[in-house]
């Protein structure tokens, strides 16, 4: 059983709203704001963690000004921030920073994603707090990382998405700049950062120490680039945009039906034989021969693929390949994608609420164990300062 | 410190290529191919685990065909694989389920990524495993889960891709469907399948017990929708693409300038009014007086920026919107991201090599961790069955 951090080590409450989980042991103070650490501390409250959000007074995590609203409160918030706990802290103020030291003592994680340097100017730096918590892990999510030329620099994900390079390789040959519709800067940085602190909590069961771990967002991009990074270094040149297929891998794109568009990732020549046979195609045409020359021949084989698929409905084509066991799927909107019967039977689709009650659905745990229970439900996001008196009592002060 | 897992609880071979690491006494049997488990165990490597790639011998892991080729060898699979062993097994074989079996007594994790059943098909379902090796953890990662109606049915990156949503909130409006430009279904995948194997590993420190873990490719999919779930909670309506700009957050998108694209967050009001400031634009427009207000009049809001902006180069720009502290940056292509100095000084770029020796660059470790060093470079990808020999010295076989 892991000990609780820090100075104090007297029994943790326990809350009824905590998930159950195998990080049930484990209690996250968490400083930061909008997306990239509270997608984090999401994630691990998710795995039964405690998270603690320590909130500025004045307004608390930005992310509560952020549309879309119901009721006045922020969907967006309410959705990344269910099961927390918050309390207000002026980090400023000695009768705050008193408070914030004493749920250091009981932490076992601290998470910030402010400026590098900001917590150094608090008096909180990484050897400050390893001097006197040794056991703590601090885990700083940041724009562009603690070290290096623009580790002062702001961002967002935005600039990360265009800085990192995956803006240059999403999109269509010649059009516009296109982002990624979701936040992949933050949320990659997020993941990161989480399997960070596990990596840092693996440590410590062994050192009995804590660490520093820094995630840069940019750094995350790199990360994910992987085909993109091994293109440019076959060839020396950067790859650009191409729309809805695959790079290397053939056929692996959109195509149209009389109706709508399908997805079609036939990865190799059992699939492709497969898919030309369901399609009433010839299976010998040398252009099409494998997966290299169907990539060199992509354009002809999208032609020779929607000359069929264009004459029947997505309906029509869907049990018909999936019958012949080629990976295919619909081009899903996000309220077909949530109704999705397989999507529903995952539990991946999760009932919370606003503060005032109203109903709120959220995206669930893909994270699946067999020794813990995945509850169809999620406390709701604290209102700002809203567990003081509690987090008060429970530190004696 | 962990002892290793199943019957045999000898000392451990440690071998130089092996990274330094929080993960060094872990070692994980990898079954999986291509991508979404690769990377999982390409990110426990670079966590200092020591990974076995269990690879079929007619062949091996399907990525040793996909281009980008460099003299014969798959760019892609090298940068993956990265620091990896293989051994080549048959697991219908009697003789190679002997080794397969003594590899299971060693390891701390299996990983695959067959298709829910052939694990329990090949004798080795998770109750057979967590009866004979109790402190095994077991992480499949699958297209659509081990459970509900579709867990039988084949999905690639492209599948999950569209299914899961993203695809209809990536692109422009109105435009063709829009794959995001890297493969987002497996890695998001494969980064939860990490996370779900360090909470097992954080539970077996306390139960001696290891457990399964169950990751879907939709799911991940489904857990990175954030903002576009909350939206479509709050409105009942599927939000669609918005080419380059955020959905709720104005200004934070791409804008023109004389020769190319910058993207520029202005996130909240002072950052707006330092962007107007360093444009020379007035700051008491009505119609941009808050962040809800610039999201109704974004296009107008865009109009005006582009107006100033289009006067001079990116070079002009950037460095002045940068002094006046608003977030910003070019959109780089692959090889400007690549040679960033930022992305240089954090060791984001890291050398490789092919089996030949040709050097390779792949992208590094975003876990930056204070008590583990963070090496430039990395030991190449195995050939098929290349440490067939070490591994059955080792075993005693």
Redesign the interface.
Known sequence: ??VSGGGDEGEKQRYTHQMP???A?ITVIDLSR??AGP?ATM?LAD?GARVIKVERPDGGD?AR??????KGH???F???NRGKQSIALDLKSADDRVIFEALLARGDVLIDNYRPGVMARLGYG?EALAARYPRLIHAATS?????????Q????????????????????PG??????????GD???G??T???I??????R???G?G??????M?????????????????????????????P??TP???YQCADA???I?A??DQ?FTALCTALGLPTDDPRFAD??AR?THAEALAAVLEGVLLTQPVAHWLPKL?AA??????????????A????Q??N??VHTSLPDGTP????????????HADPATRAPAPELDGDRATILKELGL
């Open positions: 059983m892991t989980g195998p990080l042991d909008v997306l997608y994630v795995l930005d000004a952020y549309g879309p609203f119901i922020s969907a967006y309410a959705s990344i990484w724009g562009f990382g603690q070290t290096g030329p623009d580790s620099k702001a961002a967002y994900d935005m600039v990360v998405q265009a800085m990192g390079g995956i803006m240059s390789v999403t999109g269509h059009g516009p700049p296109t982002r990624v519709g979701t936040s992949v949320i990659t940085a993941l990161f989480v399997i960070g596990m990596a840092a909590l693996h440590d069961d062994r050192t120490k660490q520093f771990v820094d995630v840069a940019l750094d995350g991009q790199i990360a994910i680039l992987e085909n993109a990074i091994a293109r440019y270094a076959a060839t020396g040149e950067s790859p650009g945009p191409l729309g809805a297929r695959h290397s891998i692996f794109a959109a568009p399908i997805v990732a990865g190799n699939l997966n290299n990539t999936e066991g080629v990976p295919c799927g619909p081009l899903n909107n996000i309220g077909q994608a949530l999705n019967p397989q999507v039977a995952r991946m689709v709120l659905i959220a995206a669930g745990n893909p994270i699946k164990l067999s020794a």
